[in-house]
């Protein structure tokens, strides 16, 4: 039975090994660098994702607040009214009772014997007239009065649902409020997280659409006077910090740009960006017009206003001010003439 040895490698197949160490190695380092700069790019799309959900809250919560502010006026003029109607009716029940008082006294002797001992029978055939009138007059005013009751038991029980309706929507402005600031939160603190270069990456990127935050070229012609001075509002709004659930003047947020430009040009907008994407008369991308409201996702959670020239005026993000950007930045939704 022979003997087998094991063959030293030669030098060809130790070069090999090497060779293929070499580049397992040079393989894993390579392979290693996406898994090192991956980390920082997920955390800048979920601070991306983070703030779209946070404006999306921010219009859930301005949604939930312009119904509360509408409820309380809803509940102070039921109010009010209760109070008014109160005093109507406990001035007809004394009305009632004085009257009732009145016909007791005047007509509480049997009628036969105030006819024999009266001294003049037409004069009592002329007190007994009036006091069938005073009766009949009577029976209206009650018939009145428990209209009036009845109304007003039932203006109470809608100012009741109405006060409940109210609670319910502080309630949910406070769940969205603090839905918004754990976002902007968690927001920041990612944000903070990333390495200096790309915060200064981003902080660049968000200057760079202030386009010195000068008017476009070639904008073209609002389409009617009020969205010239919409526009011309907005203009001026440019360089304005973005505040969270507010509508100016010295902060916005996208929906509170647009709804306080407007009004700076006598139109009432409603207080959403998803209720604003449906005012006036829908445009296409072709037709828009310096003025118009553009909203985005299709969610309509941001709106922003067309400059013209390609670009539009909005209101971003935390940390980015008022400014132009182009009208493609993200998928739009529609696009609409007040």
């Given at each position: 039975?022979?003997?087998?040895?094991r063959?030293?490698?030669?030098?060809?197949d130790?070069?090999?090994?090497?060779?293929?160490?070499?580049?397992?190695?040079?393989?894993?380092?390579?392979?290693?660098?996406?898994?090192?700069?991956?980390?920082?790019?997920?955390r800048?799309?979920?601070?991306?994702?983070?703030?779209?959900?946070?404006?999306?809250?921010?219009?859930?919560?301005?949604?939930?607040?312009?119904?509360?502010?509408?409820?309380?006026?809803?509940?102070g003029?039921?109010?009010?009214?209760?109070?008014?109607?109160?005093?109507?009716?406990?001035?007809?029940?004394?009305?009632?009772?004085?009257?009732?008082?009145?016909?007791?006294?005047?007509?509480?002797?049997?009628?036969?014997?105030?006819?024999l001992?009266?001294?003049?029978?037409?004069?009592?055939?002329?007190?007994?007239?009036?006091?069938?009138?005073?009766?009949?007059?009577?029976?209206?005013?009650?018939?009145?009065?428990?209209?009036?009751?009845?109304?007003?038991?039932?203006?109470?029980?809608?100012?009741?649902?109405?006060?409940?309706e109210?609670?319910?929507?502080?309630?949910?402005?406070?769940?969205?409020?603090?839905?918004?600031?754990?976002?902007?939160?968690?927001?920041?603190?990612?944000?903070?997280?990333?390495p200096d270069?790309?915060?200064?990456?981003?902080?660049?990127?968000?200057?760079?659409g202030?386009?010195?935050?000068?008017?476009?070229?070639?904008?073209?012609?609002?389409?009617?006077?009020?969205?010239?001075?919409?526009?011309?509002?907005?203009?001026?709004?440019?360089?304005?910090?973005?505040?969270?659930?507010?509508?100016?003047?010295?902060?916005?947020?996208?929906?509170?740009?647009?709804?306080?430009?407007y009004?700076?040009?006598?139109?009432?907008?409603?207080?959403?960006?998803?209720?604003?994407?449906?005012?006036?008369?829908?445009?296409?991308?072709?037709?828009?017009?310096?003025?118009?409201?553009?909203?985005?996702?299709?969610?309509?959670?941001?709106?922003?206003?067309?400059?013209?020239?390609?670009?539009?005026?909005?209101?971003?993000?935390?940390?980015?001010?008022?400014?132009?950007?182009?009208?493609?930045?993200?998928?739009?939704?529609?696009i609409?003439?007040?």
């Amino acid at each position: 039975m022979g003997s087998h040895r094991r063959l030293a490698p030669s030098g060809f197949d130790r070069g090999s090994t090497a060779a293929v160490g070499l580049l397992s190695v040079a393989a894993a380092v390579l392979g290693a660098v996406p898994a090192i700069a991956a980390p920082h790019e997920d955390r800048r799309a979920e601070v991306d994702r983070l703030y779209t959900e946070a404006e999306r809250a921010t219009e859930a919560y301005n949604k939930a607040d312009a119904r509360t502010e509408a409820l309380r006026k809803e509940v102070g003029a039921a109010q009010d009214s209760i109070a008014r109607q109160q005093q109507r009716v406990n001035t007809m029940r004394d009305a009632l009772g004085s009257l009732a008082g009145a016909q007791y006294r005047s007509g509480g002797i049997d009628p036969a014997l105030a006819l024999l001992l009266s001294a003049d029978p037409d004069d009592y055939l002329d007190r007994a007239s009036v006091l069938d009138r005073v009766t009949t007059r009577q029976a209206g005013e009650l018939r009145e009065l428990q209209r009036a009751v009845r109304d007003l038991s039932q203006d109470r029980a809608e100012a009741a649902r109405k006060l409940a309706e109210l609670e319910k929507g502080r309630k949910a402005v406070a769940a969205h409020k603090k839905t918004v600031e754990g976002k902007l939160a968690k927001a920041r603190k990612l944000l903070n997280a990333l390495p200096d270069e790309d915060r200064a990456d981003r902080a660049r990127a968000s200057r760079s659409g202030r386009a010195d935050l000068t008017a476009p070229t070639g904008a073209g012609a609002p389409a009617s006077g009020r969205a010239a001075a919409a526009l011309a509002a907005a203009r001026s709004a440019l360089g304005k910090p973005y505040i969270w659930g507010a509508n100016g003047p010295s902060g916005f947020d996208c929906s509170g740009l647009t709804q306080w430009s407007y009004a700076q040009a006598g139109v009432g907008l409603p207080r959403t960006s998803q209720a604003q994407s449906g005012t006036g008369r829908r445009v296409s991308l072709a037709e828009a017009r310096p003025g118009d409201l553009v909203a985005y996702r299709d969610d309509a959670s941001h709106i922003g206003m067309y400059a013209g020239n390609g670009q539009v005026i909005h209101a971003p993000r935390p940390g980015a001010p008022v400014r132009y950007d182009p009208v493609g930045m993200m998928p739009i939704s529609s696009i609409n003439r007040v």
